[in-house]
């Protein structure tokens, strides 16, 4: 593998700045902080980091409301500080993945406010801005995520203008080449400061309808009722548009012109994630997307099963990476604690399933330790989607508390009060206390991603997935491995032909001759006998 295909297969881990460590003692996690944690990251065995956003910003949406998309944020820290960052993590072989959320910013962007002071000025078609119906309703029935309808009325212009998400971050308009330029300029700035590559927020929303037509409402059939009205439209005009491909070959187009450079797009979608996660990635498109398929409740052999095949037989030459959990989704463990016998047994064989996987991987803080979504209480909640939608189980605040490092008070996260509370739980789950037990989570994942490093079919090997009995998943990736897990609580023996001898990490496995049984979430990784076919 060349070194500018470092990303094909690679491990990524989602660092969120504001929790992962404080270094200065006002409760909220900072640049000098994840430089000083930098150790136990390039000790897991991972490849690269991924930042979520640390630019200037008034924080209404945590950082993805961004005012300045050249400066750090003062609350993590200063261009010095990223530099320092940036060196560090490079001497200890780590790559840096940095966010770009660039398909809408901060009301308090200087554009925004100069595109919204009149329809005539330099900057005022930068933004997406239309008139209302004649009845003085917003000109679709599209709605934003965070509830509420997707257009605000801005008594300056006499106009609606289009927000996805809070009505503090309006959506840009990417119908203006003048907006593409100015965001790859503003891509250049971090790239000649020595990031190694981007991940892109909702990738997927960069392009709305032009001719403002209405989303249909969604088709599907559904067990109980949605928690969110947005989950009620099929979101075929404010999102998913066929021009997202143009704009993804010029943002290739300038990776392509540094060395060694990748990127990752984030892929929101109910309906189409995997098609629109193919259709992105691609030789003249971004190297990688994932979405939130792997996110949900299901935890069964066919879900897992249909969503790489889906992938790589409707996206041969795309690529994607998969993830269990990040910032926005209750933590796996919790999701799926009833297919567990214990939180570690769980945890454990989640490490080891998603890091068999075909694709790159994308870990989120925390996970290697089994961690646990944090119960919180209305008055704990700081997330605007969490408080919209309260007590629907939305799960951001839950799942972005901070970093456990030990058992004191605070985790060892801050020596002030954090900016969301470190609860007993959680406290329990800290890496000092898993770094000096051999039979931790902590140090599961660090066996499954040496393993992974020190077997290139892991990496790169193509999968053939085999036919067995519920509950168990079982592949074969490249030539000569087969990895098999019991997705259940419980023990269960199956007759499989072709296994030679485990390997590698396995957990609760027996295999006699043809006899391979699996204890309660049991994974095996088997050499295939010599000369045999895939069982």
Known sequence: MSASDWWKGAVTYQVYPRSFQDSNGDGIGDIPGITARLPHIADLGVDAIWLSPIFTSPMRDMGYDVSDYTDIDPTFGTLQDFDTLIRRAHDLGLKIIIDQVLSHCSDQHPFFTESRASRDNPRADWFVWADARKDGTPPTNWLSVFGGSAWTWDARRKQYYLHNFLSEQPDFNFHNPAVQDWHLANMRFWLDRGVDGFRFDTANYFFHDPHFRDNPADFREKSRPDGNPYEMQYHLFDKNRPETTGWMERIRSLLDSYDARASVGEVGDSHHAIRLMGEYTGRSRLHQCYSFEMMGPDYTPAAFRQKIADFF???????????????????????????????????????????????????????????????????????????????????????????????????????????????????????????????????????????????????????????????????????????????????????????????????????????????????????????????
């Open 313 to 535: 037989t409707g996206a041969p030459d795309g690529w994607p990476m998969w993830a269990f959990s990040n910032h926005d989704v209750p933590r796996h463990v919790t999701r799926w604690a009833a297919h567990g016998t214990t939180t570690d047994a769980l945890a454990k064989q989640a490490a080891a399933l998603i890091l068999s996987f075909e694709g790159s991987i994308c870990l989120w803080q925390g996970e290697e330790l089994g961690q646990t979504n944090t119960d919180l209480g209305f008055d704990e909640l700081t997330d605007p989607q969490g408080i919209a939608f309260w007590p629907e189980p939305v799960g951001r605040d839950n799942t972005r508390t901070p970093m456990v490092w030990d058992g004191s008070e605070n985790g060892g996260f801050s020596t002030g009060k954090p900016w969301l509370p470190v609860k007993a739980p959680q406290r329990a789950r800290n890496v000092a206390a898993q770094a000096a037990d051999p039979n931790s989570v902590l140090n599961h994942y660090k066996l499954m991603l040496r393993y992974r490093s020190e077997r290139p079919e892991l990496r790169t090997g193509r999968t053939l997935f085999l036919d067995l009995p519920d509950p168990v998943l079982g592949f074969t990736r490249g030539d000569r491995l087969a990895c098999l897990f019991n997705l259940s609580p419980s023990e269960i023996t199956i007759n499989i032909k072709g296994l030679s001898s485990l390997t590698g990490p396995s957990i609760g496995a027996t295999l006699d001759g043809d006899t391979l049984t699996l204890g309660p979430n049991g994974v095996a990784f088997a050499t295939l006998s010599e000369g045999s076919e895939a069982p």
